[in-house]
């Protein structure tokens, strides 16, 4: 196909490439008006059968002199169109190329008249039926399937959940975090938690949302997701969530110590809503894929009123996506995000804290997932009444509270967990299994340490040996 451009001529040198042109030549004079018209033309002339060009330039529709001569009005049909061309008239409406080297033709020569379009136009629309047809696949096509990576997975596909600002009614804030306020309400009917967003952390807003709205997210170990929207007058996001009417497992540890079976529910259902997180399923067509909290603490744990946990606050959950060959998971705050940016330092694993983690390796972020969780189990059992029979059950401490205090410092765990490799003190007479299993989780070695789906079944055989 031809193109007119500006006040040169060219022509298309391939489909294929939809960037290269060759210049026809400059167009000026009587054909200035190639800059108002699609017909540009190519005139070739049969040498041995074989077309070469001749002139290549700008038909002009309202030239009838050209168009009587060269039936420019036809050039639109796809077909090869032959035109006796007096050269004296031609000149008078193109610019020629230089003559070909061959031997001069008569004084009245035949022209064959090529227009590119004749070869281009039915391919690009034969491209455009193929293209059409693989676009309405791939929409179909909503299951994940390793074979095929440029499909949509149900991953990304997955329906939201929108809802009404107006339904929702906030009653009493029962926590509060970096980002967002969580309000005790009503949400059609229903007690509920709202987690309220300001209009500025929408970005921690949808993060949370993608993960909370994933295909097959049910889940006992994390949290109920409601629905998520504006609020009313349209300055806030909404997320409603189940509300854990223990609050978060701090709140929960701080008031209240347990008994071993209390404990074991505690560290069971974390345990296996971590688990569930690190899963990567396939099931009844839809993919959930693996999920990195990476900002797990005893404030992102709640705690239920049946005593079993959930984890909530995915605002800094990685998404390792599995399913296809675009970019393997979300980076909340881009690539060169620092890792010791995302969640609570207290909790991070020493090659977070060292910043030594390979981003791009979404088992290292599971693993320092995993990390975290033996500090939990650690904080929880630290208030088993039944793990300290003889002696008295300790205050609440939060990890490393009684080594470095309230309020730690980068650099100060940096010499405490990482080059040091100290952990939160274990009392001698807990059993071994229960000290094994804690520091299993928080090995220095991050490939030595269990998986969440190891931690579920450690804890099962924990619970049917240990006769308390
Ligand atoms: N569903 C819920 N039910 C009851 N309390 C909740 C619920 N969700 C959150 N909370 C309370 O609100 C607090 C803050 O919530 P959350 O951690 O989700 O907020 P955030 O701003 O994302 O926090 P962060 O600073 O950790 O990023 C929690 O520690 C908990 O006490």
């Known amino acids: 196909q031809l193109v007119a451009e500006r006040r040169r001529c060219a022509f298309r040198v391939s489909p294929w490439n939809l960037r290269q042109y060759r210049h026809a030549g400059a167009v000026n004079g009587s054909v200035q008006l190639c800059s108002h018209t699609q017909y540009c033309v190519g005139y070739f002339l049969l040498v041995n059968d074989q077309p070469e060009v001749d002139v290549q330039a700008c038909n002009v529709a309202e030239n009838p002199v050209q168009n009587a001569i060269c039936e420019a009005s036809s050039l639109r049909l796809k077909r090869l169109i032959k035109c006796v061309c007096n050269e004296d008239m031609c000149n008078r409406n193109v610019t020629r190329r230089p003559q070909p080297s061959q031997p001069p033709p008569t004084d009245s020569h035949t022209v064959e008249k090529v227009t590119i379009s004749t070869i281009f136009i039915p391919g690009f629309v034969l491209f455009a039926f193929i293209m059409l047809i693989a676009v309405k696949w791939r929409h179909r096509f909503k299951e994940c399937d390793k074979k095929t990576p440029t499909m949509l997975c149900s991953c990304r596909t997955a329906p939201t959940h929108p809802i009404n600002g107006a339904d929702v009614e906030l009653q009493q804030a029962v926590g509060r975090g970096h980002f967002a306020t969580v309000w005790r309400g009503e949400y059609k009917g229903s007690v509920v938690a709202v987690k309220v967003f300001p209009a500025g952390h929408k970005h921690k807003f949808s993060s949370e949302r993608e993960v909370y709205e994933l295909p097959l997210m049910e889940h006992p170990g994390i949290a109920r997701f409601l629905g998520a929207g504006k609020s009313r007058d349209g300055g806030q996001w909404l997320m409603v969530l189940e509300l854990a009417s223990c609050g978060s497992l701090q709140h929960f540890l701080c008031t209240k110590r347990g008994s071993w079976i209390e404990s074991m529910k505690l560290s069971q259902s974390l345990s296996q809503g971590l688990a569930f997180l690190h899963s990567d399923l396939h099931r009844r067509g839809l993919h959930k894929p693996a999920v990195a909290h990476r900002d797990l603490s005893s404030s992102n744990v709640l705690v239920r009123a049946d005593g079993m946990c959930t984890l909530s606050d995915f605002g800094c959950s990685t998404i390792l996506r599995s399913c296809s060959g675009l970019p393997g998971w979300r980076r909340p705050t881009g690539s060169t995000e620092d890792p010791r940016q995302v969640g609570s330092l207290r909790y991070m694993s020493p090659e977070i804290l060292e910043g030594s983690v390979d981003l791009r390796s979404g088992r290292c972020l599971v693993q320092a997932d995993v990390y975290s969780l033996g500090l939990l189990l650690w904080e929880i059992w630290m208030r088993c009444s039944d ?3 003889d002696s008295m059950v300790p205050e609440h401490c939060l990890p490393y509270e009684t080594e470095l205090g309230s309020s730690v410092t980068l650099d100060q765990l ?24 804690v520091t299993d989780c928080w090995d220095h070695d991050p490939d030595a340490r269990l998986t969440a789906q190891c931690v579920v079944s450690r804890l099962h055989a924990l619970q049917t040996t240990c006769t308390l």
């Open 414 to 437: 940096l010499v405490h967990v990482s080059q040091m490799s100290k952990r939160p003190s274990i009392p001698k007479h807990w059993e071994w299994e229960t000290q094994e299993l």
């Open 387 to 389: 793990l300290f029979q």
